[in-house]
């Protein structure tokens, strides 16, 4: 099946450095792809629609100046946290769809997450 | 928005009962239904999905009902195993975005 690749699976960073997760899509075109935050035993919790060749979508309240999406290809999407701090530190995964997403049919892939620990 | 509401929020169950897990949703435009297995530090893993125009999809010991009337739909595991033990979340989509539940933790008595 559609396989959906992140890395890093860990990365520690110092406060106020940045950081970049990598979130790619193995065998399929994603069109659009996903990030999502997740705090320790709570759900999803849905940042930011990243969209091939254009500006992200944010969900209300998430910051965008910093968490910076570039979607630059069809199978790549990178998350930027900028000047992270101990607070950021969270579990971050992405997902992606082919095409253009479950409503037209296509199932919706995740990634294996990445963990962020900022120190 | 989509408000999905899911329920139980832990559930123990003896090796080899089933396992059961209700989720309702709030917009009726919604017709995509994903459930999502999620162990330990690990992203979520689709374990089965199901679409507005089908009642019941099973696959082995899976299997997912959807009632669109009601605007609900349930996740059955039967003859639980240990490693059915993890956090299953249902989703609810109209569009191109989930909407997740708050999660169920399943625990498998041996």
């Known amino acids: 099946g559609a396989v959906v690749s992140q890395h890093p699976s860990r990365v520690i960073c110092k406060s106020g450095t940045s950081v970049k997760i990598e979130c790619r899509s193995l065998?399929?075109?994603?069109?659009?792809m996903f990030w999502y935050r997740q705090f320790p035993k709570q759900s999803l919790m849905l940042m930011a629609t990243?969209?091939?060749?254009?500006?992200?979508?944010?969900e209300q309240g998430v910051e965008k100046d910093k968490f910076l999406i570039n979607h630059a290809s069809l199978t790549l999407s990178t998350l930027t946290v900028t000047s992270a701090h101990p607070e950021d530190s969270s579990f971050y995964i992405c997902?992606?769809?082919?095409?253009?997403?479950?409503?037209?049919?296509?199932?919706?892939?995740f990634g294996e997450g990445s963990w962020l620990t900022v120190v | 928005g989509e408000n999905v509401e899911q329920h139980p929020s832990t559930l123990s169950v003896q090796e080899g009962d089933s396992a059961v897990i209700k989720c309702t949703y709030s917009?009726?435009?919604?017709?995509?239904f994903p459930w999502y297995k999620q162990e330990l530090g690990k992203g979520p893993q689709l374990i089965i999905d199901?679409?507005?125009?089908?009642g019941e999809k099973k696959d082995q010991r899976i299997a997912v009902t959807l009632n669109k009337t009601a605007k609900h739909f349930s996740l059955h595991i039967t003859e639980t195993q240990p490693e059915d033990s993890a956090v299953y979340f249902c989703?609810?989509?109209?569009?191109?975005?989930?909407?997740f539940g708050a999660g169920t933790t399943v625990t498998v008595r041996a």
């Open positions: 199901i679409r507005s125009n089908v």
């Open positions: 989703a609810a989509s109209k569009g191109y975005k989930l909407s």
């Open positions: 065998d399929f075109q994603a069109t659009t």
């Open positions: 917009d009726s435009a919604s017709n995509y």
């Open positions: 997902s992606a769809s082919e095409g253009a997403g479950a409503h037209s049919g296509n199932t919706i892939y």
């Open positions: 990243s969209n091939e060749g254009s500006k992200a979508t944010y």
